[in-house]
């Protein structure tokens, strides 16, 4: 009876984190010994910490927050990539959870590359925005990609690229400040 229980924890629980633990220790040890030894090039994981950090990755981008971007794929690889460089910083002396550890490694990969990919939006934005004086940009984006032909739209340009009132303040360069001292009306 105990060992259906098992079973069906055990499938709801994609990585086991006593045994993500213990491989992780392992895995320490081997490094540890490898630096005393002298080498200077650290030993790979194994394939099992791998097969735990691709599925962390790919089960955190199910989540609502990260489950419509279209560059899931590279959010993942940026995940596991980041996963890969700082393993080594893992304590098991401070901390026996590991599947917490990578989650929040691979959670901020994740926002890192969205920021990358709407700062690359907004490049875009701007390009067409400089390039298209006419206007015409938005109207083919509208007659052939807009299925509601939304003409009330505020700014076109950003709505075609996804960008959002915040993400046009935020990536939008700061003036410096010998520009914003000409302009003031004390000269």
């Known amino acids: 009876m105990t060992d259906d229980n098992e079973d069906v924890n055990n499938k709801n629980h994609y990585v086991n984190n006593s045994e993500f633990y213990q491989a992780m220790v392992e895995w320490k040890n081997v490094v540890k010994e490898a630096e005393a030894s002298g080498e200077t090039k650290r030993p790979p994981v194994t394939e099992y910490i791998g097969e735990c950090f691709f599925k962390i990755a790919e089960h955190l981008s199910y989540r609502p927050n990260f489950i419509n971007y279209h560059y ?7 995940g596991i990539e980041n996963c890969l460089m700082y393993c080594h910083n893992f304590d098991p002396n401070k901390s026996k959870n590991p599947f917490s550890y990578f989650t929040q490694i691979i959670y901020y990969a994740f926002l890192r590359r969205i920021q990358k990919e709407k700062k ?12 298209d004086s ?33 993400d046009l303040k935020k990536f939008e360069p700061n003036k410096k400040k010998k520009d914003a001292d000409e302009d003031s009306p004390d000269k």
Do not use: C, H
């Open 72 to 78: 899931r794929e590279e959010m993942i690889g940026d």
């Open 120 to 131: 690359q939006n907004y490049i875009k934005y701007k390009l067409a925005e400089a390039k």
């Open 134 to 166: 006419e206007g015409r940009i938005p109207r083919w984006y509208a007659d052939n990609f807009d299925s509601e032909k939304n003409d009330n739209v505020k700014n076109p340009y950003a709505d075609m690229f996804g960008l959002s009132d915040t």
